[in-house]
Protein backbone atom coordinates (compact mmCIF):
# COMPACT_ATOMS: atom_id res chain seq x y z
CA UNK A 1 0.00 0.00 0.00
CA UNK A 2 1.32 3.64 -0.85
CA UNK A 3 0.42 6.48 0.48
CA UNK A 4 -1.10 7.58 3.71
CA UNK A 5 -2.49 4.55 5.01
CA UNK A 6 -4.99 6.18 7.54
CA UNK A 7 -7.34 7.07 5.25
CA UNK A 8 -7.78 3.01 4.25
CA UNK A 9 -8.59 2.59 7.96
CA UNK A 10 -12.42 1.83 7.68
CA UNK A 11 -15.40 3.75 8.83
CA UNK A 12 -16.87 3.25 12.56
CA UNK A 13 -20.54 2.25 10.63
CA UNK A 14 -18.71 0.24 8.73
CA UNK A 15 -17.27 -1.91 11.51
CA UNK A 16 -20.67 -1.09 13.71
CA UNK A 17 -22.44 -3.38 10.47
CA UNK A 18 -19.66 -6.55 10.71
CA UNK A 19 -22.04 -9.63 12.19
CA UNK A 20 -19.67 -10.13 15.22
CA UNK A 21 -19.95 -6.67 16.02
CA UNK A 22 -23.96 -6.57 16.01
CA UNK A 23 -24.45 -9.52 17.89
CA UNK A 24 -22.08 -7.33 20.42
CA UNK A 25 -25.33 -5.18 20.70
CA UNK A 26 -27.61 -7.74 22.15
CA UNK A 27 -25.10 -7.43 25.38
CA UNK A 28 -23.81 -4.04 25.54
CA UNK A 29 -25.41 -0.28 25.19
CA UNK A 30 -24.98 0.84 21.74
CA UNK A 31 -23.35 3.82 22.97
CA UNK A 32 -20.65 1.71 24.49
CA UNK A 33 -19.89 -0.60 21.75
CA UNK A 34 -19.80 2.91 19.56
CA UNK A 35 -17.54 4.21 21.51
CA UNK A 36 -15.15 0.63 21.84
CA UNK A 37 -15.39 0.70 17.64
CA UNK A 38 -14.14 4.60 18.03
CA UNK A 39 -11.31 3.69 20.71
CA UNK A 40 -9.97 0.60 18.56
CA UNK A 41 -10.06 2.81 15.16
CA UNK A 42 -8.61 5.52 16.98
CA UNK A 43 -5.24 3.19 18.44
CA UNK A 44 -4.49 1.56 14.84
CA UNK A 45 -4.70 5.13 13.07
CA UNK A 46 -1.92 6.09 15.90
CA UNK A 47 0.31 2.79 15.63
CA UNK A 48 -0.39 1.41 11.74
CA UNK A 49 1.53 -1.32 12.77
CA UNK A 50 -0.70 -3.42 9.95
CA UNK A 51 -2.88 -2.65 6.80
CA UNK A 52 -6.41 -2.53 7.75
CA UNK A 53 -7.00 -5.31 5.81
CA UNK A 54 -4.34 -8.08 7.66
CA UNK A 55 -6.59 -6.75 11.19
CA UNK A 56 -9.24 -8.72 12.70
CA UNK A 57 -11.51 -5.91 13.83
CA UNK A 58 -13.88 -7.88 15.09
CA UNK A 59 -11.43 -9.65 17.87
CA UNK A 60 -10.20 -6.45 19.01
CA UNK A 61 -13.56 -4.98 19.02
CA UNK A 62 -14.88 -7.76 21.88
CA UNK A 63 -11.68 -7.79 23.27
CA UNK A 64 -12.15 -4.12 23.90
CA UNK A 65 -15.36 -4.53 24.90
CA UNK A 66 -14.57 -6.67 27.50
CA UNK A 67 -12.03 -5.28 28.90
CA UNK A 68 -14.26 -2.06 29.15
CA UNK A 69 -17.09 -4.05 30.96
CA UNK A 70 -14.35 -5.40 33.76
CA UNK A 71 -14.11 -3.48 37.14
CA UNK A 72 -11.39 -1.43 37.25
CA UNK A 73 -10.47 -2.45 40.70
CA UNK A 74 -10.86 -6.19 41.57
CA UNK A 75 -9.71 -8.77 43.58
CA UNK A 76 -6.17 -10.22 43.57
CA UNK A 77 -4.27 -12.87 45.37
CA UNK A 78 -1.38 -11.44 47.20
CA UNK A 79 1.56 -14.10 47.00
CA UNK A 80 4.30 -11.49 47.34
CA UNK A 81 5.31 -12.22 50.68
CA UNK A 82 4.83 -8.49 51.81
CA UNK A 83 1.75 -8.94 53.93
CA UNK A 84 0.01 -5.50 54.29
CA UNK A 85 1.06 -4.55 50.51
CA UNK A 86 0.18 -1.06 50.60
CA UNK A 87 -0.35 -1.77 46.35
CA UNK A 88 -2.60 -4.44 46.99
CA UNK A 89 -5.04 -2.79 49.47
CA UNK A 90 -3.41 -3.52 52.82
CA UNK A 91 -5.61 -5.25 55.26
CA UNK A 92 -8.05 -7.54 54.15
CA UNK A 93 -11.51 -7.52 55.87
CA UNK A 94 -12.42 -9.60 59.00
CA UNK A 95 -15.74 -11.65 57.81
CA UNK A 96 -17.61 -9.79 60.73
CA UNK A 97 -16.45 -6.46 59.29
CA UNK A 98 -17.60 -7.78 55.61
CA UNK A 99 -20.96 -8.85 57.56
CA UNK A 100 -21.56 -5.08 59.67
CA UNK A 101 -20.87 -3.62 56.47
CA UNK A 102 -23.74 -5.63 54.76
CA UNK A 103 -25.98 -5.12 57.41
CA UNK A 104 -25.57 -1.45 57.36
CA UNK A 105 -25.45 -0.90 53.56
CA UNK A 106 -28.78 -3.04 52.22
CA UNK A 107 -30.75 -0.47 54.14
CA UNK A 108 -30.83 2.47 56.55
CA UNK A 109 -28.94 3.10 59.68
CA UNK A 110 -28.26 5.49 62.64
CA UNK A 111 -25.57 7.19 60.51
CA UNK A 112 -26.57 10.99 62.60
CA UNK A 113 -29.73 9.18 64.19
CA UNK A 114 -30.02 9.37 68.33
CA UNK A 115 -32.07 6.66 68.53
CA UNK A 116 -32.85 6.89 72.23
CA UNK A 117 -33.54 10.77 72.05
CA UNK A 118 -35.06 10.41 68.76
CA UNK A 119 -33.20 13.36 67.11
CA UNK A 120 -30.04 14.08 65.03
CA UNK A 121 -26.88 12.51 66.49
CA UNK A 122 -23.63 12.47 65.58
CA UNK A 123 -21.45 10.11 63.09
CA UNK A 124 -18.41 10.92 65.18
CA UNK A 125 -19.86 9.16 68.22
CA UNK A 126 -19.70 5.71 66.30
CA UNK A 127 -16.38 3.55 67.47
CA UNK A 128 -15.77 6.49 70.29
CA UNK A 129 -16.23 4.47 73.39
CA UNK A 130 -15.13 1.23 72.02
CA UNK A 131 -11.58 3.15 70.61
CA UNK A 132 -11.62 4.48 74.49
CA UNK A 133 -11.99 1.43 76.21
CA UNK A 134 -9.36 -0.18 73.80
CA UNK A 135 -7.24 2.16 74.60
CA UNK A 136 -7.56 4.00 77.49
CA UNK A 137 -8.38 7.88 75.70
CA UNK A 138 -10.66 10.17 76.98
CA UNK A 139 -12.38 10.36 73.74
CA UNK A 140 -11.84 9.18 69.98
CA UNK A 141 -13.27 10.55 66.63
CA UNK A 142 -12.79 8.31 63.03
CA UNK A 143 -11.76 10.48 59.64
CA UNK A 144 -10.70 9.09 56.66
CA UNK A 145 -7.15 8.31 56.73
CA UNK A 146 -4.09 8.71 58.78
CA UNK A 147 -2.63 11.82 56.89
CA UNK A 148 -5.79 13.49 57.48
CA UNK A 149 -5.83 12.63 61.14
CA UNK A 150 -2.91 14.70 61.48
CA UNK A 151 -4.29 17.54 59.48
CA UNK A 152 -7.14 17.82 61.22
CA UNK A 153 -5.18 17.83 64.33
CA UNK A 154 -2.45 20.43 63.65
CA UNK A 155 -5.18 22.44 62.44
CA UNK A 156 -6.94 22.67 64.82
CA UNK A 157 -4.46 23.46 67.69
CA UNK A 158 -1.88 24.97 66.04
CA UNK A 159 -2.71 27.25 62.62
CA UNK A 160 -1.16 29.88 61.74
CA UNK A 161 1.58 28.84 64.42
CA UNK A 162 4.71 27.06 64.88
CA UNK A 163 4.93 22.84 64.75
CA UNK A 164 8.12 21.86 66.40
CA UNK A 165 9.50 18.56 65.00
CA UNK A 166 12.94 16.78 64.58
CA UNK A 167 14.22 16.46 61.31
CA UNK A 168 14.97 12.89 61.80
CA UNK A 169 10.51 12.15 61.77
CA UNK A 170 10.10 14.01 58.80
CA UNK A 171 9.06 10.81 56.53
CA UNK A 172 8.67 10.53 53.60
CA UNK A 173 5.20 7.81 53.16
CA UNK A 174 3.49 5.95 50.53
CA UNK A 175 3.05 7.42 47.31
CA UNK A 176 5.62 9.78 47.47
CA UNK A 177 3.92 11.74 50.21
CA UNK A 178 5.84 13.48 52.92
CA UNK A 179 4.88 14.69 56.47
CA UNK A 180 6.32 17.94 56.01
CA UNK A 181 4.33 18.53 52.60
CA UNK A 182 1.31 17.52 54.86
CA UNK A 183 1.92 19.56 57.69
CA UNK A 184 2.34 22.48 55.86
CA UNK A 185 -0.93 22.05 54.30
CA UNK A 186 -2.36 22.24 57.82
CA UNK A 187 -1.63 25.50 57.90
CA UNK A 188 0.74 25.05 60.64
CA UNK A 189 4.66 26.76 60.15
CA UNK A 190 7.59 23.94 60.34
CA UNK A 191 10.51 24.26 63.10
CA UNK A 192 12.87 21.52 62.59
CA UNK A 193 15.12 20.65 65.40
CA UNK A 194 17.93 18.74 65.82
CA UNK A 195 19.58 16.67 63.06
CA UNK A 196 18.90 13.70 60.80
CA UNK A 197 20.44 11.18 63.21
CA UNK A 198 20.06 12.97 66.57
CA UNK A 199 17.83 15.03 68.50
CA UNK A 200 17.88 15.56 72.00
CA UNK A 201 15.22 17.02 74.55
CA UNK A 202 17.03 20.41 75.05
CA UNK A 203 16.54 20.94 70.91
CA UNK A 204 13.02 20.99 71.56
CA UNK A 205 12.87 23.55 74.67
CA UNK A 206 14.64 25.74 72.83
CA UNK A 207 12.61 25.95 69.67
CA UNK A 208 9.41 26.48 71.80
CA UNK A 209 8.47 30.36 71.82
CA UNK A 210 5.12 31.81 72.43
CA UNK A 211 4.16 31.15 68.81
CA UNK A 212 4.35 27.27 69.20
CA UNK A 213 1.05 25.75 68.32
CA UNK A 214 2.23 22.18 68.94
CA UNK A 215 5.00 19.53 69.68
CA UNK A 216 4.59 16.95 66.96
CA UNK A 217 6.39 13.27 67.43
CA UNK A 218 6.18 10.73 64.44
CA UNK A 219 7.13 7.12 64.93
CA UNK A 220 9.49 6.18 62.22
CA UNK A 221 7.44 2.86 61.46
CA UNK A 222 8.94 2.70 57.97
CA UNK A 223 12.03 2.76 58.16
CA UNK A 224 15.06 2.88 60.65
CA UNK A 225 18.06 4.56 61.78
CA UNK A 226 21.33 2.52 63.61
CA UNK A 227 24.77 3.80 64.51
CA UNK A 228 25.17 6.95 66.05
CA UNK A 229 21.69 8.19 66.45
CA UNK A 230 19.40 9.74 69.24
CA UNK A 231 15.86 10.20 69.54
CA UNK A 232 13.48 11.94 71.79
CA UNK A 233 10.08 9.66 72.56
CA UNK A 234 6.55 11.08 72.92
CA UNK A 235 6.96 9.63 76.74
CA UNK A 236 10.19 12.22 76.97
CA UNK A 237 8.47 14.25 75.21
CA UNK A 238 5.10 14.56 77.27
CA UNK A 239 6.37 16.58 80.33
CA UNK A 240 8.10 18.95 78.59
CA UNK A 241 4.49 19.62 76.93
CA UNK A 242 2.48 20.14 80.26
CA UNK A 243 5.39 21.85 81.39
CA UNK A 244 5.12 24.71 78.93
CA UNK A 245 1.78 24.35 77.84
CA UNK A 246 1.95 23.20 74.21
CA UNK A 247 0.15 19.91 73.01
CA UNK A 248 1.94 17.37 72.10
CA UNK A 249 0.34 15.11 69.20
CA UNK A 250 1.89 11.90 68.82
CA UNK A 251 1.58 10.11 65.19
CA UNK A 252 2.49 6.41 65.78
CA UNK A 253 0.85 5.06 62.64
CA UNK A 254 0.99 1.52 62.62
CA UNK A 255 -2.34 1.34 64.75
CA UNK A 256 -1.07 -1.91 66.77
CA UNK A 257 -3.59 -3.15 69.14
CA UNK A 258 -1.91 -6.25 70.51
CA UNK A 259 1.50 -6.90 71.38
CA UNK A 260 2.89 -9.34 69.21
CA UNK A 261 6.35 -9.87 70.18
CA UNK A 262 4.68 -13.64 70.96
CA UNK A 263 5.22 -14.34 67.58
CA UNK A 264 8.63 -12.31 67.23
CA UNK A 265 7.34 -8.77 65.67
CA UNK A 266 8.92 -6.91 68.14
CA UNK A 267 9.72 -2.82 68.53
CA UNK A 268 6.43 -1.35 67.58
CA UNK A 269 4.03 0.69 70.27
CA UNK A 270 0.49 -0.12 70.63
CA UNK A 271 -2.10 1.96 70.80
CA UNK A 272 -2.41 1.95 74.70
CA UNK A 273 1.07 2.53 74.71
CA UNK A 274 1.09 5.09 72.49
CA UNK A 275 -2.16 6.99 75.10
CA UNK A 276 -0.01 5.99 78.19
CA UNK A 277 2.97 8.21 76.61
CA UNK A 278 1.00 10.81 78.03
CA UNK A 279 0.04 13.00 74.53
CA UNK A 280 -2.43 15.39 73.80
CA UNK A 281 -3.69 13.72 70.54
CA UNK A 282 -2.78 10.14 69.27
CA UNK A 283 -2.95 9.20 65.79
CA UNK A 284 -3.14 6.20 63.93
CA UNK A 285 -4.61 3.98 60.86
CA UNK A 286 -7.21 1.82 60.52
CA UNK A 287 -6.49 -0.25 57.85
CA UNK A 288 -2.44 -1.52 58.72
CA UNK A 289 -2.11 -3.56 61.89
CA UNK A 290 -5.27 -3.10 63.08
CA UNK A 291 -6.65 -4.63 60.37
CA UNK A 292 -9.88 -2.97 59.74
CA UNK A 293 -10.44 -0.82 56.78
CA UNK A 294 -8.80 2.37 55.56
CA UNK A 295 -9.45 5.03 58.25
CA UNK A 296 -7.63 7.41 60.27
CA UNK A 297 -8.25 7.62 64.05
CA UNK A 298 -7.36 9.81 66.69
CA UNK A 299 -7.36 8.94 70.39
CA UNK A 300 -7.14 12.11 73.22
CA UNK A 301 -8.31 14.25 75.54
CA UNK A 302 -11.82 15.07 75.62
CA UNK A 303 -11.34 19.11 75.49
CA UNK A 304 -9.28 18.81 72.04
CA UNK A 305 -10.99 16.11 70.44
CA UNK A 306 -14.28 18.39 71.03
CA UNK A 307 -12.44 21.45 68.98
CA UNK A 308 -11.87 18.95 66.39
CA UNK A 309 -15.04 17.89 65.63
CA UNK A 310 -16.20 21.20 65.60
CA UNK A 311 -13.25 22.19 62.90
CA UNK A 312 -14.96 22.83 59.39
CA UNK A 313 -12.53 20.35 58.29
CA UNK A 314 -13.61 17.57 60.31
CA UNK A 315 -16.82 17.56 57.82
CA UNK A 316 -14.91 17.47 55.08
CA UNK A 317 -12.88 14.24 56.15
CA UNK A 318 -15.12 12.43 57.71
CA UNK A 319 -15.75 8.37 56.99
CA UNK A 320 -18.85 7.33 55.77
CA UNK A 321 -21.18 4.27 57.37
CA UNK A 322 -19.58 1.42 55.57
CA UNK A 323 -15.93 2.79 57.07
CA UNK A 324 -17.54 2.83 60.69
CA UNK A 325 -19.37 -0.51 60.26
CA UNK A 326 -16.26 -2.40 59.48
CA UNK A 327 -13.88 -0.74 61.93
CA UNK A 328 -16.44 -0.60 64.55
CA UNK A 329 -16.76 -4.75 64.33
CA UNK A 330 -12.84 -4.97 63.91
CA UNK A 331 -12.15 -3.20 67.28
CA UNK A 332 -15.07 -5.67 68.99
CA UNK A 333 -12.73 -8.21 68.26
CA UNK A 334 -10.08 -6.89 69.85
CA UNK A 335 -12.35 -7.13 73.24
CA UNK A 336 -10.98 -11.18 72.66
CA UNK A 337 -7.43 -10.97 71.90
CA UNK A 338 -7.03 -14.39 70.92
CA UNK A 339 -10.69 -14.30 68.68
CA UNK A 340 -9.03 -11.14 66.80
CA UNK A 341 -5.47 -12.99 66.19
CA UNK A 342 -7.80 -15.80 64.55
CA UNK A 343 -10.34 -13.92 62.81
CA UNK A 344 -8.61 -10.72 61.52
CA UNK A 345 -6.39 -11.69 58.47
CA UNK A 346 -3.82 -9.16 58.85
CA UNK A 347 -3.01 -10.56 62.37
CA UNK A 348 -3.48 -14.29 61.44
CA UNK A 349 -1.38 -14.05 58.42
CA UNK A 350 1.60 -12.14 60.30
CA UNK A 351 0.99 -15.18 63.68
CA UNK A 352 0.38 -18.07 61.11
CA UNK A 353 3.10 -20.51 62.04
CA UNK A 354 5.71 -22.34 59.51
CA UNK A 355 4.28 -25.76 59.99
CA UNK A 356 0.70 -24.60 58.92
CA UNK A 357 2.57 -22.80 56.28
CA UNK A 358 4.29 -25.79 54.82
CA UNK A 359 0.93 -28.16 55.30
CA UNK A 360 -0.85 -26.06 52.72
CA UNK A 361 1.92 -25.69 50.30
CA UNK A 362 2.14 -29.91 50.04
CA UNK A 363 -1.17 -29.87 49.50
CA UNK A 364 -1.49 -27.12 46.60
CA UNK A 365 1.50 -29.17 45.56
CA UNK A 366 -0.09 -32.63 45.28
CA UNK A 367 -2.91 -30.98 43.45
CA UNK A 368 -0.39 -29.58 41.08
CA UNK A 369 1.44 -32.73 40.58
CA UNK A 370 -2.08 -34.68 40.14
CA UNK A 371 -2.38 -31.62 36.84
CA UNK A 372 0.95 -32.87 35.95
CA UNK A 373 2.56 -29.82 36.82
CA UNK A 374 6.34 -29.95 38.36
CA UNK A 375 6.50 -27.21 41.10
CA UNK A 376 8.98 -27.44 44.27
CA UNK A 377 8.44 -25.98 47.68
CA UNK A 378 11.50 -23.53 49.11
CA UNK A 379 11.73 -21.74 52.78
CA UNK A 380 11.75 -17.91 52.19
CA UNK A 381 11.14 -14.43 54.08
CA UNK A 382 7.69 -12.33 54.08
CA UNK A 383 7.65 -8.67 55.51
CA UNK A 384 4.90 -7.11 57.60
CA UNK A 385 4.32 -3.70 55.09
CA UNK A 386 1.68 -1.12 55.83
CA UNK A 387 4.89 0.68 57.01
CA UNK A 388 5.71 -1.50 60.12
CA UNK A 389 8.09 -3.42 61.51
CA UNK A 390 10.28 -2.14 58.47
CA UNK A 391 13.25 -4.39 59.64
CA UNK A 392 11.60 -7.35 60.68
CA UNK A 393 11.74 -10.74 59.04
CA UNK A 394 9.31 -13.28 59.24
CA UNK A 395 10.00 -17.14 58.24
CA UNK A 396 7.73 -18.08 55.38
CA UNK A 397 7.22 -20.70 52.52
CA UNK A 398 6.61 -20.29 48.47
CA UNK A 399 5.77 -22.35 46.25
CA UNK A 400 8.53 -21.64 43.15
CA UNK A 401 7.48 -22.35 39.74
CA UNK A 402 9.66 -22.98 37.19
CA UNK A 403 9.15 -21.94 33.82
CA UNK A 404 10.93 -20.74 29.60
CA UNK A 405 11.16 -17.32 31.48
CA UNK A 406 10.18 -16.41 35.11
CA UNK A 407 8.73 -13.09 33.88
CA UNK A 408 6.14 -14.17 30.94
CA UNK A 409 5.07 -16.98 34.24
CA UNK A 410 4.43 -13.59 36.44
CA UNK A 411 2.93 -11.76 33.11
CA UNK A 412 0.53 -14.85 32.60
CA UNK A 413 -0.18 -14.92 36.28
CA UNK A 414 -1.64 -11.41 36.00
CA UNK A 415 -3.45 -13.06 33.51
CA UNK A 416 -5.66 -14.66 35.48
CA UNK A 417 -9.30 -14.32 36.39
CA UNK A 418 -8.21 -13.71 39.52
CA UNK A 419 -4.94 -11.81 39.72
CA UNK A 420 -2.12 -13.41 41.49
CA UNK A 421 0.90 -11.30 42.13
CA UNK A 422 4.25 -12.91 43.18
CA UNK A 423 7.74 -11.92 43.08
CA UNK A 424 10.88 -13.17 40.86
CA UNK A 425 13.69 -14.03 42.82
CA UNK A 426 16.97 -16.13 41.32
CA UNK A 427 15.21 -16.46 38.07
CA UNK A 428 11.74 -18.28 39.38
CA UNK A 429 8.39 -16.93 40.45
CA UNK A 430 7.81 -17.29 43.92
CA UNK A 431 4.53 -17.46 45.43
CA UNK A 432 4.86 -17.07 49.16
CA UNK A 433 1.49 -18.49 50.93
CA UNK A 434 1.73 -16.04 53.85
CA UNK A 435 -0.61 -13.38 52.52
CA UNK A 436 -2.36 -16.05 50.87
CA UNK A 437 -6.13 -16.12 51.95
CA UNK A 438 -6.87 -19.85 52.46
CA UNK A 439 -10.17 -20.04 50.66
CA UNK A 440 -8.37 -17.76 47.66
CA UNK A 441 -6.41 -21.53 47.27
CA UNK A 442 -8.38 -22.82 44.16
CA UNK A 443 -7.91 -19.90 42.57
CA UNK A 444 -4.65 -19.92 42.89
CA UNK A 445 -4.38 -23.41 41.55
CA UNK A 446 -6.12 -22.30 38.62
CA UNK A 447 -3.74 -19.62 37.90
CA UNK A 448 -0.43 -21.47 38.17
CA UNK A 449 -2.47 -24.46 35.90
CA UNK A 450 -3.18 -21.37 33.17
CA UNK A 451 0.41 -19.86 33.49
CA UNK A 452 2.41 -23.11 33.36
CA UNK A 453 0.53 -25.12 30.77
Known amino acids: MTGDRRRALPAVGTLLELDAVRALLTQAPRELVTDVVRSVVDDARHRLVDTPDNVDWATLITERLAQRRTSSLRPVINATGVVLHTNLGRAPLARAALDAMRDVASGFSNLEYDIDSGERGSRHR ?107 SATALAPLAVETGVPLLYDFGSGLMLDLSAWGLTGEPTARDAVRSGAALVMMSGDKLLGGPQAGIIVGRADMMDALRRNPLARALRVDKLTLSALEATLMLYREPERAVREIPALAMLTASVESLVARAEVLLMELQSRGITTAIVETEATVGGGAFPTARIPSIALALNGASASKVQARLREAPVPVVGRITNGRVLLDLRGVLPDTEPLLLSAIASALT
Do not use: Q, W
Open 126 to 232: HCADLLCELTGADDAMVVNNCAAALVLALNTVADGRDAVISRGELVEIGGSFRVPDIMSKSGVRLVEVGTTNRTHLDDYRRALTAESGAIVSVHRSNFAVEGFVASV
